[in-house]
């Protein structure tokens, strides 16, 4: 299927990334809304709370929690009782949550959060990277990352129709980057609301917390049980790969836009060099890429756009005929010298007949900025691996030796 | 004929367990149009091992530290939807109560929800072996704050939990006594109907954890009224309208503490006398206070 | 069986459980002493004592842990509890 995706000016708008979240989810017509401030995530949830002000999110109560922790814990009673739920957070309010964000998963409540990624502590800092939303990798919650404000738009629609199917009922994080585009101002088409109302249907799960038909939920299970209720889980996962793509191309076809499902390519078909991220930095390579090209290095994209479920096959089609795969990540797995990214993708090649070279940056951590010239000098060194084989196979990029 | 309890028989609770009397009264007063959360603890574990429940009303767990919050989310989320009358009550023991969830309580209390919280106190962690909690009384011998050579037990009184619920101007906060169901029942079934956070704190003696018969759960909870250590009493929109009085039938508390193993040490070690002295001193000053 | 997504499970199933098999004394009434005060119905942590239609009740021994609340607690002293023959 091919995605031409067509510039719809005249209905563009320029706003910030935030207010295009916070319109999105007003658009999916939540039910509840819980959330705690913490930069960046703050914008989301003070454009709702205005929405919510000016009366124009019907049948919908805004929250005001005094934690994270009992942010997502109020979405658990909400989802339960069959309300559609949404919060956003970031960081270290995502850090907070750990424990809830197993319990959503193992309850199967689809509630959908907004992740501004942002760096943890210690050293505290509240710019761009991808390490809390990474953390939070085995919780059991589907991760999809936005490339720009009109693709974060967007996914918040896709998610809920993805996370509410009744073959899947698992969570999810819509993960955009924290300021890089919470806070950025461009153009695009805010989420329609005639086309989202036919897009996404009523939430209807089947079983709800009602006293005319009595259910417990979260019980607990014992040895005998355990095992397979976390087998329905990842079955859930499994199942939410094709419905990730079917989401994103029922999206194109009812609005006509495009932004991947479970990943997207860009100048991929004859690439020597491919190289593989998430997030905004997806912009900055392309223009390298295109830069590059005209050198006429063959060079391409692949966007993984969901980081869980994981989409290992669909990497492999991409990259299985490519000469050398770079791998780029906006978080570290101390102890591994390695990004996530790169760690799940050099897995997956493991017991294949693939045999490509995969090497691995960590690159941005807390916000770093990450210019063109470093891309291009990643590219340089790949090509060092296509000639002579990998020296180095995951390292820190731009790192400043005079500061250690 | 129909059954008097919404909480089902052939739940794992201990024989004489206080939680499922608790349990039982609770929804007496509150009736079938309700859905209770409780966070972790005897209570969910005894009720809820899969695939069965002994919940005849619409209930959830979710995690030990977040009743409250998750019963904000219900009624938020009931309202959302247009769905009237139900009630919605969080119901958990003193450590998830006072210690661990304390947060989630005191924002769900602040943001005013229509929800009554329901804290079953049996002071210490029964759960996970009868360990001290913030409810835990002055001289209990618990397994984490045990009487020994150099220690009487737990060496500090009770966090006054419902003087906390008051602070946060809740419209209805009582107490009540396992020994006294039918001051209980009224007091959910109050509680319930008025509109805005409200609270009740329920004395309830536990058989294994405080070192009991069975049989003696009732007896052990009057005795605690009797002493003056535990008084009940109601307060509406922050004045109290309401007070048990113990009149002619005062105990002193020498006779509530040698009923249970917990306190044992204190008839036994040098010093003890005076330790009993103090506890004495705490049921005096309540007395006092309340006027019992 | 199979399992429900979440573990959801319907109500009042802990049904199934029989505690009577706990019990080392169980609650026998004396009919000629009960007053039919309900207090034992109402404190019975295992919900075990059964109203009947004459207003007495009786013991539901699938259930009674044999915990003797009720016994302790009868006002007239017409409940005893007798050692259970295996």
């Keep these: 299927m091919t995605h031409e995706m067509k510039t719809d000016k005249k209905n563009m708008v320029v706003v910030e990334g935030s207010y295009a979240v916070a319109h999105a989810v007003k658009t999916c017509r939540p039910n509840v809304i819980s959330a705690y401030p913490i930069t960046p995530q703050t914008h989301i949830v003070e454009d709702l709370s205005k929405f919510m002000a000016d009366g124009e999110i019907p049948n919908c109560e805004y929250i005001n929690v005094e934690s994270e922790f009992s942010a997502l814990s109020a979405l658990v009673g909400s989802s339960a009782v069959g309300a559609r739920s949404y919060s956003a957070t970031t960081s270290q309010g995502l850090e907070l949550m750990h424990e809830v964000l197993f319990n959503v998963a193992g309850m199967r409540l689809p509630i959908i959060m907004t992740v501004a990624n942002r760096a943890v502590s210690a050293p505290i800092n509240i710019w761009n990277d991808h390490q809390d939303s990474i953390s939070q990798r085995d919780t059991g919650w589907i991760q999809l990352y936005a490339e720009n404000i009109q693709e974060i738009s967007d996914m918040t629609a896709q998610a809920f129709k993805i996370s509410e199917d009744r073959d899947i009922m698992m969570p999810s994080m819509t993960c955009m980057d924290g300021f890089i585009l919470s806070h950025v101002y461009e153009p695009l088409v805010l989420l329609e609301q005639d086309i989202t109302d036919e897009f996404l249907p009523p939430f209807r799960p089947e079983r709800i917390l009602d006293p005319k038909n009595p259910m417990t939920f979260g019980a607990f299970a014992d040895p005998h049980f355990y095992t397979e209720f976390r087998y329905q889980q990842e079955r859930a996962m499994q199942n939410s790969l094709k419905k990730i793509e079917d989401v994103a191309n029922e999206f194109y076809d009812m609005y006509g836009r495009y932004f991947g499902g479970l990943i997207d390519e860009y100048q991929t078909e004859d690439a020597d060099i491919i190289i593989m991220a998430m997030g905004s930095i997806i912009g900055t390579i392309k223009d390298v890429i295109d830069r590059l090209r005209e050198k006429n290095v063959k060079i391409g994209l692949l966007k993984v756009r969901a980081f869980r479920p994981f989409p290992a096959q669909d990497i492999m089609n991409v990259i299985k005929d490519a000469k050398v795969v770079v791998v780029l990540d906006k978080n570290i797995s101390l102890g591994m010298n390695a990004g996530a990214l790169f760690i799940e993708t050099k897995s997956v090649l493991y017991n294949t007949d693939i045999d490509v070279p995969v090497i691995g940056y960590m690159i941005g951590q807390g916000g770093r900025d990450i210019p063109m010239s470093t891309i291009e000098k990643i590219v340089s060194d790949a090509e060092e691996v296509m000639r002579s084989g990998i020296k180095i196979e995951s390292q820190f990029t731009d790192l400043k030796e005079e500061l250690i | 004929m129909k059954s008097i309890s919404l909480l089902a028989p052939g739940h794992r609770g201990c024989a004489g367990c206080c939680d499922a009397m608790a349990a039982k009264f609770t929804l007496m007063g509150a009736g079938e149009d309700c859905i209770v959360v409780s966070p972790t603890g005897c209570l969910e574990v005894m009720t809820t091992p899969y695939p069965e429940t002994s919940w005849d009303i619409p209930w959830i767990h979710s995690l030990f530290e977040n009743a409250s919050a998750v019963a904000s989310g219900i009624e938020a989320g009931l309202k959302a939807l247009g769905k009237q009358g139900t009630k919605v009550i969080a119901m958990g023991g003193d450590g998830a109560t006072m210690d661990i969830g304390l947060q989630a309580l005191s924002g769900a209390f602040e943001r005013g929800h229509n929800i009554t919280y329901v804290c079953i106190d049996n002071e210490a962690y029964m759960n996970t072996g009868v360990q001290r909690s913030a409810a835990t009384p002055y001289g209990a011998s618990t397994t984490t704050s045990p009487a020994g050579k150099v220690s009487f037990g737990n060496p500090r009184p009770k966090k006054n939990m419902p003087a906390i619920i008051l602070a946060h101007g809740s419209p209805y906060v009582a107490t009540t006594s396992l020994a006294y169901p039918k001051d209980m029942i009224a007091k959910v079934k109050k509680a319930t109907e008025i509109e805005g956070p409200t609270y009740i704190h329920c004395h309830a003696p536990c058989t294994t954890g405080w070192g009991f018969d069975t049989s003696k759960t009732v007896e052990v909870a009057r005795m605690a009224v009797q002493t003056g250590l535990w008084p009940l009493f109601e307060v509406e929109d922050g004045k109290m309208t309401k007070v048990r009085k113990i009149g002619n039938n005062k105990k002193p508390v020498e006779e509530y503490l040698k009923m249970q193993r917990r306190f044992k040490h204190l008839f036994t070690m040098e010093g003890g006398a005076e330790e009993i002295a103090k506890i004495q001193a705490l049921a005096d000053k309540n007395i006092e206070e309340f006027g019992l | ?86």
């Excluded at chain 3, 049904?15 to 019975?44: A, M, Q, S």
Aim: some cysteine; glycine content about 8%.
């Design chain 3, 1 to 86: 069986m199979k399992i429900v997504p979440g573990a959801v499970c319907e109500a009042g199933t802990s049904r199934v459980n029989k505690t009577g098999g706990w019990r080392t004394f169980k609650p026998v009434y004396d009919y000629d002493k009960c007053i039919k005060c309900k207090l034992c119905e109402l404190l019975c942590p295992d919900s075990s004592v059964k109203p009947r239609e004459d207003g007495y009740f009786e013991f539901d021994y699938d259930y009674c842990k044999g915990c003797g609340i009720c016994a302790n607690e009868c006002p007239k002293s017409a409940i005893t509890m007798v050692l259970e023959e295996k």
